[in-house]
């Protein structure tokens, strides 16, 4: 198995182990004797629940409690006031959307259930560990769809690219076709697919030169670039339903912006809150089976739980010009929005953002205002690819045609492709094609006679 999970039972902290926002490594138990094992490292960086970061040298733990050094004064930060913990590892640097070697601990006070909505996990060998690297269809709990990811650390041995991918959730997933996208392309630009498979170069980055939270929180240091800083957080609200469940906040960003400039592509690097996916399974648990009938997904999508929209001031009022859709907790991407903003006068680009709050974390956004680059972009199809058991299942991911690699919580594959020949003085990037589903296993609830539709669907309405 590739991820951990670390229970204190002691002091009702439910620990995932993640990598960026999400999990990494392999699965174990640590017992409440080796909870101190935080005091072994020299420094560690917490998050607390109004967003403020701490670096805390020489951490140890005493009466549920973190304590250490904070700019050389002694700080005391109690356990219920803990979002975040990152342990920095192996001299690199932690940083939200890329998993670069760090370790962060997410600590969800007196939780008992992991959000389990997400489908397959994909972990690319970088040429001494397998590290995860995509979702490639996460969302897709209704009839199959086809997800692009981006592969960061993805690094050819003896020719060959090699990958994992796991079942580690209560689902049964369906995948039905998976390619490697092995794109070309000049030195120092990003590469950044869209929803529909189409990829983008950004070549001229532009950073915002204001953010905020309205009414007047500045929130700049905290999107300006991909770093260990991020806005928004994990709600701990012992009633869910609360008028701070129920908000919304909006953002303001704002980038210069060439006067002739006719389209901006916004990227932004989010993901959802574990806390979100939590509300989503207890969603489902409420209605179990009937959930594919019962229009969640629109609801969820409608509302802004699975996407926000993107609000471009011109002509004096704001107009929805496009949306940034959502990433799993356990592993943010970079998203993007294709903006018109050719009607827009002067040198400046003012965007809003209304987001539900407690369900996004955004790690940074920036606009590119040029055209795209030329490309080439080959498709390779799965060398060899082995169950658990051994088995050869490469047919079953050959092709977009129903039949589908089926796996159970637990199941896993091992998939090889070929390295194509380079091209010279071309730099490379990866994006992970896969087409698939997967279905949530609901809980045994009988839920029309436990909760009454219209109750269940007034509680997650009104979220609005």
Request: glycine fraction near 6%; include cysteine; charge should be negative.
């Amino acid at each position: 198995m590739y991820r951990k999970f670390i229970s204190f039972a002691l002091i009702a902290v439910f620990i995932f182990s993640i990598t960026s926002c999400g999990i990494r490594t392999t699965e174990e138990y640590l017992t409440e004797e080796e909870a101190p094992t935080i005091e072994a490292e020299k420094a560690v960086w917490i998050t607390t629940k109004d967003s403020s970061e701490y670096k805390v040298t020489n951490p140890k733990i005493q009466d549920s409690k973190v304590v250490g050094l904070v700019n050389g004064k002694v700080k005391e930060i109690e356990f219920s006031e803990i979002v975040f913990v990152k342990i920095k590892k192996n001299d690199k640097t932690l940083v939200l959307g890329t998993a670069a070697g760090g370790v962060a601990i997410a600590m969800f006070i007196g939780a008992s259930t992991l959000p389990e909505a997400c489908g397959p996990f994909v972990y690319s060998f970088d040429g001494k560990e397998f590290v995860l690297d995509s979702e490639p269809y996460g969302g897709a709990i209704l009839k199959e769809r086809t997800g692009y990811a981006k592969l960061n650390y993805l690094v050819p041995v003896d020719r060959k690219y090699q990958l994992r991918m796991t079942n580690e959730l209560n689902e049964t997933q369906y995948t039905d076709e998976l390619k490697l996208l092995v794109i070309e392309h000049p030195v120092g630009i990003d590469i950044v697919p869209d929803v529909t498979g189409e990829i983008h170069a950004i070549t001229s980055p532009v950073a915002p030169v204001a953010a905020h939270e309205l009414p007047e929180r500045d929130i700049l240091h905290l999107v300006k670039m991909k770093d260990d800083q991020l806005w928004g957080d994990e709600p701990f609200y012992e009633n869910p339903y609360d008028e701070r469940a129920n908000a919304r906040k909006e953002l303001i960003l704002e980038f210069p912006k060439p006067k002739n400039a006719k389209t901006a592509r916004l990227v932004m690097n989010v993901c959802n809150t574990l806390y979100s996916t939590y509300k989503a399974r207890e969603f489902l648990d409420h209605f179990g089976d009937l959930y594919p009938i019962m229009g969640f997904v629109r609801s969820f999508a409608r509302k802004g739980f699975v996407r926000f929209d993107v609000e471009v001031w011109e002509d004096g009022r704001w107009k929805n010009k496009g949306c940034i859709r959502g990433a799993s907790p356990y592993l943010p991407r970079d998203q993007i929005a294709i903006l018109n903003v050719s009607k827009i006068k002067g040198d400046s680009l003012k965007l809003r953002l209304n987001l539900v709050d407690g369900f996004w974390r955004i790690n940074s956004a920036i606009v590119d205002y040029s055209e795209d680059v030329s490309i080439r972009v080959r498709e390779i199809e799965v060398a060899e690819a082995v169950n658990q058991k051994g088995e050869d299942i490469r047919e079953a991911m050959r092709a977009d045609d129903d039949n589908f690699y089926v796996t159970e919580k637990g199941d896993y594959a091992k998939i090889t492709f070929n390295e194509p020949p380079p091209v010279p003085n071309m730099a490379r990037s990866f994006i992970l094609k896969a087409r698939g589903y997967y279905k949530i296993h609901t809980s045994d609830l009988e839920p029309i006679r436990k909760h009454q539709t219209s109750e269940v669907s007034e509680d997650f309405g009104s979220l609005r």
